[in-house]
């Protein structure tokens, strides 16, 4: 943290930051930010930009029940929130049953045509046959499904390849889900299966994120080389320190599992914690513990856009330094997602997202909250 700096901004790209020791061009438009912290517009590591709060309407009906011109109308509103609570990025992983529309929004973004964060997306996101949902307890109803389903090994090939043709930045697997007997999570591809979507994601570019909650899930998606594990529920700090020795990033997530608590009767702050909550907690003091790099994303979309910052104030919570979090949500993810030569850190010759809260975040997370200032692309949406 640094006082009384100057950041000097042409067009969409930072010039000059540090103190007042350069010159600024004659016709130069000062904004005095006092009493305010400037941080580089803060990256979003876990979004459904085309889901709102499960209390609201359940996962199952939003897939079901409402058309995707409805879904795109709702995803339009939450990009506008999201950037305008100073989150200038989102990782958006998988459109939930919305094919490809997270493409089509972006570039309806890009194009200014509606106003709204960076975009890295995942389209379709891919699941084994038969595991994820929509599901009734009818086995003779075959639904439309929120992910791209695979069977075989080929065909997860196959449709890593048509995900990144048509558009996906991310490739998302999901490597577990709840298709144990008793409806426990279970792994729902082998290494060797996640190893082929690796290597053509990599040949291509692209990074892997997995979904798991389970250790094996998790044990797997290390040894075929994914970038980052999204949920970890499962993660022992062993696990965890395996990730760390392969350069492998947690996406946490606690807001996520603490809001479908809260959706299932939990009334926080009143009832004791639920097992699922208080497991949350021990395995992501492990994972801090074990030094894993750890990724700011909460699966927002199960709660509301625009209010990001609850996973941030979670991470804190849960025993991480205000400072950390606050890296966690720029260089970090930056980093991590293939994005640190564009965005993620105020310095010269990147892009000019940056945003000015009232206070110090990096004390009292809450203050993250407190935006009065988002800049994005150069471009002011906020004053
Ligand atoms: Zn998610």
Redesign the pocket.
């Known amino acids: 943290m640094h006082t009384g700096w100057v950041v000097l901004v042409h067009n969409n790209v930072i010039e000059a930051a540090g103190s007042m020791t350069f010159k600024l061009p004659s016709n130069t438009r000062i904004i005095e930010l006092k009493g305010c912290t400037v941080l580089p517009g803060l990256i979003e590591g876990?979004s459904?930009l085309f889901l709102h709060p499960y209390n609201e309407v359940s996962w199952n009906d939003q897939v079901l029940r409402e058309s995707r011109a409805e879904r795109t109308a709702r995803a339009v509103v939450h990009a506008d929130s999201t950037l305008l609570a100073g989150f200038t990025t989102v990782r958006d992983?998988?459109t939930e049953g919305a094919m490809y529309d997270d493409v089509g929004l972006k570039t309806a973004i890009e194009k200014g045509v509606v106003p709204g964060p960076r975009m890295i997306v995942a389209t379709r996101a891919i699941v084994a046959k038969g595991a994820y949902g929509p599901k009734y307890d009818n086995p003779d109803l075959d639904l439309p499904q929120g992910a791209a389903e695979v069977g075989n090994v080929n065909e997860l090939e196959d449709e890593v390849r048509t995900q990144i043709s048509k558009g996906a930045d991310v490739v998302k697997i999901y490597a577990d889900y709840r298709v144990g007997r008793n409806g426990q999570a279970a792994p729902t591809f082998t290494a060797d299966e996640l190893k082929a979507a690796v290597a053509i994601a990599k040949s291509m570019g692209r990074i892997v994120a997995i979904?798991s909650s389970t250790a094996e899930g998790m044990r797997r998606g290390i040894e075929a080389g994914v970038t980052t594990i999204?949920h970890g529920d499962g993660g022992t700090e062993e696990i965890f320190r395996m990730m760390k020795e392969r350069g492998i990033a947690l996406c946490p997530t606690l807001a996520a599992g603490d809001a479908v608590s809260q959706y299932k009767g939990w009334r926080k702050g009143i009832d004791p914690e639920p097992n699922s909550v208080s497991n949350k907690r021990k395995s992501f003091a492990a994972a801090l513990k074990s030094g894993v790099t750890i990724c700011m994303g909460g699966?927002v979309g199960v709660y509301s856009h625009g209010d990001n910052a609850r996973e941030m104030e979670m991470m804190v919570d849960y025993g991480m330094k205000p400072i950390e979090v606050l890296k966690s949500a720029t260089s970090v993810n930056a980093d991590v997602f293939g994005y640190g030569d564009q965005i993620g850190r105020i310095k010269k010759a990147l892009l000019a997202d940056i945003i000015a809260v009232n206070g110090d975040p990096s004390t009292t997370i809450k203050d993250i909250r407190k935006v009065v200032f988002v800049m994005k692309d150069g471009k002011i949406y906020r004053q």
Do not use: A, I, R, V
């Open positions: 876990h459904h992983l998988g979904h999204e699966d």
